[in-house]
């Protein structure tokens, strides 16, 4: 009892020490604000999603830096470019500024209303609470599009450099400052509005200028050494220092009593601002007429400056009473229960209708609509509409008096949602008629093509995965080779082992090869003019990932929602994408549809006059073994130590669904990349075919397939067994050359040094 009388004592003694600080102002007010900005943000998880999305994209996605530098064509380039690739750049900044007004509009509608089941907020966070509904719904987009125009400014030309970064971080302030100051004047000519104390938020817009900087350095991958410092460095500088002078003394002096003094400096720092922000435009357009990239970003900012301006005085545009930090009671009823206004059904109805729009038609033509208007575009847009259909699932039971709904989107697609058909697609049951021959076979005949009299070299190219960049490089540089020997480098190339991008520079290599041999033969002549390389970047140069990004946002998604059958997943609309840029670049009817036809009609180990081609490789990854999965023209004996699989085996007693593989679905099958194109499911048959079908209820997968980079991401180690394989049955290594094509900084070993343990050594 004494005991339990001690603790108790303690205890009380304790509370009575803590109470007096618990309670006191300077704690109460940020652990109160802190409780309320958690239920902020909770409130508008779908806008600050899309928010954090849209800038997370632009700065930590490996592939947006080559989008971006595709987004900007030379005017001496405009004759060679498609021209549905001139306006991307158009529709990308068109398309961020529907993502920063949804994304503002969203925060607002969920921000200004006074739902019938909210309380007022705690006395201590009150002031924090109107802070975080006038101003976060404009200052959260304004942060957005400042960090993606001035990270964007990096990519936006002929080599990354963050020549302009600083430049553009250092006129935000200036800029929305000047903006606002002048357009203010006007509204008050017109409306007769009142002087505000300032017209902008000149702390945050600050820190979100030096958060823009910040992230544009960080998504740099390496800067150029050495580099002078230039007029946009030293404008940059000045305008800092300059906005730092300015902004310090007005901050410290804007809750001063004397009324005409505050009036006085807020005149002076008006023209200072003016003057600042007129000497950045100059240096900006100087910069935008060198490079026309950076126009751009130059347009984002000066749009984002105009936006915040119409959006923090649109009450006063518009005639609307009220605070806009203070929520109001919802607008007069529309429809049933949800008590809506004619902006927001408007709104709604644009929403709804755009996703239906979008959906259909990246479920149809996903590669049109997607060239036409772009990866970027795509993202952004879809962005802004998916988040304030998720906004929607908030505002509208709330205002019926519900809890919120919006985990139920969520829950929809991971327990319910439905999930497309992944399986290769065109491939079937029958098995060729003629069988493929092995792989020492295949080069015994192989070495009879090559010229007569004196050793030759015999190439062994392997091409290691790294996404389109991989593939634009890997064909360029097989490309050159051969536009530098006439055709001849390609000749003693034996084998071909590809990975990823590298598969697909490699298929379109060779099917580029095929139609100069064609010409060849019309024309000896042709077979020497250079060319090569400049059609094979005319071709692989493209915006590939546009419809996949159509079909993630809108196609799969609303696939998932109302369980509708979809042709074209995400993997089927990158492989037809390729398949299409051949065909345009390559017009003659002989050689249109390459990349539809099957892999072992296209790559063939012999042609139709007996004459051995190489061997070809694609490397793949299967999921559930972990096994790597090759896709060859030869009998694929290769790696049998390392336990990998031939994906066009002759049937045995199981088979398999992979006879007539398409070329486009032979390369995706190697480069189906996580988030870019899902995992291919390869069926089996369980029981004898009939007249080549399996019953659909004995037909089961088999393995699925991702990107060959999972196993091994050079190429490297299926070469390497198959030059063991034929140094075996005699192939001497005097005249024998590796070529690795890679695209990182660290090499692959080709041949092992003496003493080191290969692969297969380990497994076994």
Request: hydrophobic letters at 50%.
């Amino acid at each position: 009892m004494d005991y339990r009388n001690c603790v108790n004592e303690s205890w009380n003694a304790i509370k009575a020490a803590v109470d007096p600080w618990y309670h006191h102002q300077a704690v109460q007010v940020p652990l109160w604000s802190l409780v309320y900005i958690v239920r902020y943000a909770w409130r508008n998880v779908y806008p600050l999603t899309a928010l954090a999305a849209g800038v997370v994209f632009v700065v930590g996605v490996g592939q947006t830096p080559e989008i971006l530098a595709n987004l900007v064509v030379e005017p001496q380039e405009l004759k060679k470019v498609d021209a549905t690739q001139i306006p991307h750049a158009v529709f990308f900044i068109l398309a961020l500024m529907v993502w920063a007004l949804s994304t503002w509009y969203a925060m607002r509608l969920l921000s200004s209303t006074r739902f019938p089941a909210d309380h007022p907020p705690h006395p201590h966070a009150a002031a924090s609470v109107h802070w975080l509904n006038e101003e976060l719904p404009r200052l959260g987009p304004l942060a957005g599009v400042a960090t993606i125009a001035c990270t964007a400014s990096i990519f936006l030309a002929e080599d990354p450099t963050a020549r302009w970064m600083p430049l553009l971080a250092a006129g935000i302030v200036p800029l929305t400052w000047s903006v606002a100051s002048a357009a203010d004047r006007v509204l008050r000519r017109w409306k007769g509005t009142h002087e505000r104390l300032y017209p902008v938020q000149l702390i945050p817009i600050a820190l979100i200028a030096l958060g823009a900087a910040a992230a544009g350095w960080s998504s740099l991958p390496a800067l150029r050494e050495n580099e002078p410092w230039l007029r946009e460095h030293w404008t940059a500088l000045f305008l800092a220092v300059a906005t730092l002078l300015l902004v310090l003394p007005w901050w410290l002096g804007r809750t001063g009593t004397n009324e005409n003094r505050k009036r006085t400096f807020r005149r002076v720092v008006d023209l200072a601002m003016l003057a600042l922000a007129a000497l950045w435009l100059v240096v900006a357009l100087a910069g935008a007429a060198e490079h026309r990239g950076f126009g751009v970003s130059m347009t984002i900012l000066m749009l984002a400056a105009m936006g915040l301006w119409a959006t923090s005085r649109r009450r006063e545009l518009l005639g609307m009473p009220g605070d806009p930090g203070t929520p109001h009671s919802a607008e007069k009823p529309m429809v049933g229960p949800f008590r809506i206004g004619l902006p927001t059904a408007f709104a709604l109805g644009i929403t709804f209708g755009f996703l239906v729009l979008f959906a259909v038609g990246f479920a149809k033509a996903p590669i049109i609509l997607g060239n036409w208007m772009g990866t970027l575009a795509i993202v952004f847009v879809g962005l802004a509409l998916w988040s304030f259909f998720g906004a929607l699932w908030i505002y509208l039971p709330k205002l019926a008096g519900w809890p919120a709904l919006g985990a139920v989107p969520i829950l929809w697609l991971v327990v319910i949602g439905h999930s497309p058909d992944h399986s290769l697609r065109d491939a079937s049951y029958r098995q060729a008629a003629t069988p493929r021959p092995t792989l020492e076979e295949h080069f015994v005949q192989w070495q009879k093509t090559l010229p007569a009299g004196e050793a030759r070299p015999i190439f062994f190219v392997a091409a290691a995965g790294g996404g389109l960049r991989a593939a634009f490089w890997t064909a360029n540089v097989l490309a050159t080779a051969d536009d530098a020997t006439c055709g001849e480098f390609g000749r003693h190339v034996y084998a071909y082992s590809g990975v990823s991008g590298g598969s697909l520079g490699i298929a379109a290599y060779l099917a580029q090869r095929q139609v100069w041999e064609a010409k060849k033969l019309k024309d000896p002549k042709v077979h020497c003019v250079r060319g090569r390389k400049e059609e094979i970047t005319r071709m692989l140069g493209r915006d590939f990932l546009a419809p996949v990004a159509g079909s993630i946002m809108f196609a799969e998604l609303a696939s998932r929602f109302v369980h509708a059958p979809l042709d074209n997943d995400r993997g089927t609309a990158l492989a037809k994408s390729w398949s299409r840029a051949w065909d345009e670049e390559f017009r003659p009817a002989e050689a249109t549809g390459r990349f539809d036809r099957g892999f072992l009609e296209v790559f063939a180990a012999f042609s139709a006059d007996g004459r051995a081609g190489p061997a070809v490789f694609l490397n793949a990854t299967g999921v559930d073994s972990g096994r790597q999965v090759i896709v060859s023209n030869v009998a694929n004996r290769v790696g049998a130590a390392l336990g990998s699989v031939d994906l066009l085996r002759e049937e045995r007693k199981v088979a398999l669904k992979t006879a007539g593989l398409p070329v486009r679905e032979a390369v995706l099958n190697s480069a189906r990349f996580t988030y870019v194109s899902p995992a291919g499911a390869v069926y089996k048959c369980n029981v004898d075919l009939v007249d080549g079908r399996c019953p659909d209820d004995r037909e089961a997968i088999w393995e699925r397939l991702v990107d060959g980079g999972y196993f091994e991401n050079s190429g490297v180690a299926t070469l390497s067994d198959v030059i063991q394989g034929l140094m075996a049955s005699g192939m001497r290594k005097d005249n024998v050359f590796v070529i690795v094509i890679d695209n990182s900084s660290e090499p692959v070993l080709a041949c092992r040094p003496r003493g080191m343990i290969s692969m297969s050594e380990v497994r076994a």
